[in-house]
Nanobody
Framework: QVPLVESGGGLVQAGGSLRLSCAAS????????MGWFRQAPGKEREFVAA????????YYEDSVKGRFTISRDNAKNTFYLQMNSLQPEDTAVYYC?????????????????????WGQGTQVTVSS
């Protein structure tokens, strides 16, 4: 397993922005896209966004399209989630994963899975 450290979360008001970082150690190439998931209170972990190795393809859960942007820097073994126009429903612990099994079903990627290891996550809290 590749150790992961998520950072960048915090408490913001609705409409604010945060940039999350996922720093990985060791080998990060797996043949899978890398991405972000989140787990809200009382909910199961859900897919948020993913990006392939070459950064030529990105994938987003419908509710974050146009607000969140995923990017990566392979030289730094780091990828990011820029979150703009945050809303209270974005409140969750955000986790990154190096092995995203993308599933495009019924017009969305919401059923995508994280197959790699999980870090401790970073808390994002959005107040109204």
């Amino acid at each position: 397993q590749v150790p992961l450290v998520e950072s960048g979360g915090g408490l913001v008001q609705a409409g604010g922005s945060l940039r999350l970082s996922c720093a990985a150690s060791g080998r990060t190439f797996s043949g899978y896209p890398m991405g972000w998931f989140r787990q809200a209170p009382g909910k199961e972990r859900e897919f948020v966004a993913a990006i392939n190795w070459s950064s030529t393809s990105t994938y987003y859960e419908d509710s974050v399209k146009g607000r969140f942007t995923i990017s990566r820097d392979n030289a730094k073994n780091t990828f990011y989630l820029q979150m703009n126009s945050l809303q209270p429903e974005d409140t969750a612990v955000y986790y990154c994963n190096l092995q995203v099994n993308l599933r495009y079903l019924s017009g969305s990627y919401s059923r995508s899975l994280g197959l790699g290891s999980w870090g401790q996550g970073t808390q994002v809290t959005v107040s109204s």
